[in-house]
Structures are given as structure tokens and as C-alpha cells.
């Protein structure tokens, strides 16, 4: 069974820039959580999307958005970038929304803003 | 809002000694608690679980118990071994109401030397 996996591993884009990240979610879940995670903290919830719906978001602005695909994989979009988005960017993949279905993460996505 | 605090890092351990990691947490309802663990290059792999007040979660030689009276998720291991050595994030979740998300703390580097 493949996990989740993210694409690219690294990335470096210049300020004013605009960025797209992947992740493919494990076969069989059809939710994806991204989460931002800055260097030396833990990470922070950035949306949640569920059967390509939006079904969360945490506090980041609108320039953060993302899409859902019909096979669930899905996208990252961050635009006007700022220094302060240099970050590991992790998406998370569970069988259902519920609480009661473990996220399992992908290895990340390491982006540097100059 | 919901949040997770634990005890600030580097820990440093000598090979066989005990760990603990202290976590507290602020939560609107009953969370479902958790630990992570990141190894140097990856995601975050779960370590371990507790869905309701008194349950122990265990795994790999380590344990936490989650108590409601004093809202705390310690980790405890008796004892460690070199490669133990990671970042160690204790979370939180609540349900639909809160958007199914994981809410984190800083997270506790943990290096064991040997």
C-alpha cells in the first residue's frame, strides 16, 4: 500500500512569487489536511478538504487556497509569497473527516522564500 | 482557543536513561490526544493515543496517560536508546465542531547519546 506522498521535496521561489504543492493521499482516503510547519515550531493547520469540498480552514489568509481532485489527491496554492511562508508544508491523508480516523502525514515539502 | 504546551527542548539523555516529556493542554470539549514523532528528514509518524479521560496509549516502550483533572499527556519511556533520538509533538483533536484538525504544541527535541 503507497503512503502519502508530496511533491516537490524542496523548493525555493522569490518574494512576490506564486507556488503549487502536491500531495497524493493513500489509496482508499478520500480527506486531505495540509498543515504549515515553521522551522523549530510545531505545525499549524491550514484547511482540511473532503470529497473535493473545503470541510476547515485554520487562521491564514486567502492568499493560502487549495483544490481537491476527484481521485483526492490534491493542491496547495499560496500566492504573493512572503519571506515569513518559508516553511515545511505537510499534507495528511485519513479515511474520513471523523475523529475517529488516524491522519497519516507525507514527508513534506520544504519551501524557501527569498 | 484549543492549544497544546510542552516542555521545551534540546532534552539530553545518555543511552538507557528515562525520558519524560511534560504536555498540557487548553481544550473547549473532550480532545482526542495524541503524540508524534519526527525523525530527522520526515514527517510525522503518530506514536501514540488516547481518545478519553484515564486511557493509557502505548507504543514502542513508550506510554502517556491522559488525565482530565490536571489536563496533561505526559510522555514516558524507561528507557531510551540512540535511536529515539527525534522531535516529539504533542497534539490535540476535537471533533467536527472544530474541524477535525490536529492542534499542536512546539514539540521537544529529544537527542540520546550513547
Known amino acids: 500500500e503507497t503512503g502519502v506522498t508530496q511533491s516537490p521535496t524542496h523548493l525555493i521561489k522569490t518574494r512576490g512569487q506564486q507556488v503549487t504543492l502536491r500531495c497524493s493521499s493513500q489509496?482508499?482516503?478520500?480527506?486531505v489536511s495540509w498543515y504549515q510547519q515553521a522551522l523549530g515550531q510545531g505545525p499549524q493547520f491550514i484547511f482540511q478538504?473532503?470529497?473535493?469540498?473545503?470541510?476547515g480552514r485554520g487562521n491564514f489568509p486567502p492568499r493560502f487556497s487549495g483544490l481537491q481532485f476527484p481521485n483526492y489527491s490534491s493542491e496547495l496554492n499560496v500566492n504573493a509569497l512572503e519571506l515569513d511562508d518559508s516553511a515545511l508544508y505537510l499534507c495528511?491523508?485519513?479515511?474520513?473527516?471523523?475523529?475517529?480516523?488516524?491522519?497519516?502525514f507525507g514527508p513534506g515539502t520544504r519551501l524557501t522564500v527569498t | 482557543g484549543d492549544s497544546v504546551t510542552q516542555m521545551e527542548g534540546p532534552v539530553t539523555l545518555s543511552e538507557e536513561a528515562f525520558l519524560t516529556i511534560n504536555c498540557t493542554y487548553t481544550?473547549?470539549?473532550?480532545?482526542?490526544l495524541f503524540w508524534y514523532v519526527q525523525y530527522p528528514g520526515e514527517g510525522l509518524q503518530l506514536l501514540l493515543k488516547?481518545?478519553?479521560?484515564?486511557d493509557k496509549g502505548s507504543n514502542k516502550g513508550f506510554e502517556a496517560t491522559y488525565r482530565k483533572e490536571t489536563t496533561s499527556f505526559h510522555l514516558e519511556k524507561g528507557s531510551v536508546q540512540v535511536s529515539d533520538s527525534a522531535v516529539y509533538f504533542c497534539?490535540?483533536?476535537?471533533?467536527?465542531?472544530?474541524?477535525?484538525?490536529?492542534?499542536f504544541g512546539g514539540g521537544t527535541r529529544v537527542l540520546v547519546k550513547p
Open positions: 495528511a491523508s485519513s479515511l474520513a473527516p471523523d475523529i475517529a480516523y488516524e491522519q497519516y
Open positions: 489509496s482508499g482516503h478520500n480527506t
Open positions: 478538504y473532503y470529497r473535493e469540498e473545503e470541510n
Open positions: 481544550a473547549t470539549g473532550y480532545p482526542s
Open positions: 488516547a481518545t478519553k479521560a484515564d
Open positions: 497534539a490535540l483533536r476535537l471533533g467536527r465542531a472544530a474541524g477535525n484538525k490536529l492542534t
